[in-house]
């Protein structure tokens, strides 16, 4: 068995044991922390240079703090897992893309682009209406299943393809990341403040119409009001019927999702992240089961194995060092360092605190600090020092600064990720077409917040 291999099955397996766990049987800390183990020495090899940079910068950083500090055994393992529940949730979360696949979605929605929208605008809404909802499970994978499925009818029929695209993917996707349950960003930000989803998800779906729709205002002068240059196309009322129904099926399998995460919560299943775990695996496997007898079903699920779990592999090797790290910093005493500084600078903004907090994770990307780290970090100081806001406006307001760092930054991965696919420079993807709007999107978001806020401290 290759290396490769003993880290995707070790992967697995830790999403396995976490998933064994919600029977409270067992926490499983210490085969989960032995699954973390051998993704670590096997996997951490083949990451690509910049992950393997934060991996080794944060795992020897934290394993420094912790001889330092002299942790017990069980600290250390502990920071082992600390983080790994996230990797069990992407495990499950990229099922999802096993019916995305079997269901021939591709033909479906080309259909619906050549035959419904007669201008460049109302394309566009729904390009991000579509992106914003597969974007809540497809994740990390969004970017280039938008473009393989609708890359080649948008050059067809758009005047602007690459600025089309790029704005309407890009921006869809990083406001996704304030509110879909299976996101990265929302778990650490969970895992950083102790938020639940359920604080969350309101005021990040409200940012995420706002952004779509002040997109849509924005892009409107450079968008063609003129009838799409469509060609010859052959109109078929049974394609049709079928494209729209696949479309609202997979409406129906977000908020499925959504609601299921609000019924586990309400029963106190687990802690903050398994409501995610469970509802995910669920609902990913049930619509998975709706293809086993599709002739490419066993194809798409060594596809699964062999290439979407392989993904994960470095992002799991980096929340163990990211782990070892936060918790590290948890128990050192060191992050007593920091909170007078950030005390005497929310003494200073009051309620102004919130939109300093989005800067924060903005300004930090530009000089090298990912997201993840500052989710983490940053959340655990923010909600130590007793500011007059809600965990779950904490977390929110530290998401909306990740979400404008991922579609502006030129070294953010979505960022790259677009220009990459689309022959343009980052900067040009992120601070050249999106920076003005991003502006605009900070300003306003940080008035709802501020006033999201608000409401809270009148309801209590």
């Not at 910068?57 to 934290?62: D, Q, T, Y």
């Not at 869809?172 to 998800?201: C, D, H, K, R």
């Not at 020092?385 to 404008?404: D, E, K, M, Q, R």
Request: a positive charge; one cysteine or more.
């Amino acid at each position: 068995m290759t290396k490769e291999k003993i880290a995707v099955w070790s992967v697995i397996s830790i999403a396995v044991l976490h998933m064994l766990a919600l029977t409270r049987v067992s926490d499983f800390k210490y085969p989960i922390a032995l699954a973390a183990l051998l993704v670590l020495v096997f996997g951490y090899g083949g990451m690509s240079g910049s992950f393997k940079k934060m991996a080794t910068f944060f795992l020897l950083a934290g394993a420094a703090l912790n001889t330092y500090s002299l942790q017990p055994f069980p600290v250390w393992v502990d920071g082992i897992n600390y983080m790994l529940n996230i990797s069990a949730i992407l495990v499950i979360m990229q099922i999802f893309t096993i019916p995305i696949k079997l269901g021939d979605y591709e033909k479906s929605f080309e259909y619906l682009l050549l035959n419904t929208f007669r201008s460049e605008r109302s394309l566009y809404f729904f390009i991000s209406c579509v992106t914003h909802v597969f974007s809540s499970f497809l994740l990390f994978g969004t970017i280039p299943v938008m473009l393989s499925l609708l890359g080649r009818p948008l050059q067809r029929i758009v005047s602007d393809y690459p600025r089309f695209a790029s704005t309407a993917l890009t921006r869809s996707y990083s406001i996704v990341l304030q509110w879909a349950p299976g996101a990265v960003n929302i778990l650490l930000a969970m895992q950083g403040t102790g938020a639940t989803w359920g604080e969350i998800f309101p005021i990040g779906v409200i940012l995420s119409v706002m952004a779509i729709a002040l997109s849509c205002i924005t892009e409107n002068k450079r968008l063609s009001p003129e009838p799409l240059a469509r060609g010859a196309v052959r109109e078929d009322k049974a394609m049709f019927a079928a494209a729209v129904k696949k479309l609202i099926l997979v409406v129906c399998i977000v908020l499925l999702l959504i609601v299921l995460i609000q019924v586990f919560d309400s029963l106190k299943i687990g802690n903050n992240t398994s409501c995610v775990l469970l509802a995910g695996l669920l609902v990913a496997v049930g619509w998975m089961l709706r293809f086993i007898r599709h002739p490419d079903f066993k194809v798409s699920l060594a596809e699964y194995v062999n290439v979407n779990i392989v993904k994960i592999i470095d992002l799991s090797v980096l929340f163990i060092s990211l782990g070892v790290f936060a918790k590290a910093l948890d128990v050192s005493g060191v992050l007593g360092y920091i909170y007078g500084y950030i005390g005497i600078l929310a003494g200073a903004t009051g309620i102004f605190m919130l939109p300093v907090i989005s800067l924060l994770i903005f300004a930090g990307t530009f000089v090298g600090l990912h997201p993840f780290i500052m989710l983490v970090v940053l959340g655990k100081i923010l909600v130590s020092l007793n500011l007059p806001f809600s965990t779950g406006v904490i977390a929110s307001a530290l998401l909306f600064g990740a979400a404008l760092a991922y579609m502006i930054c030129p070294l953010a991965a979505i960022v790259l990720t677009a220009a990459k696919f689309l022959d343009q420079t980052a900067y040009t993807v992120g601070a050249k077409w999106n920076g003005p709007y991003g502006f605009v999107y900070f300003t306003l978001g940080s008035v709802l917040l501020m006033l999201w806020n608000k409401a809270q401290h009148i309801l209590r």
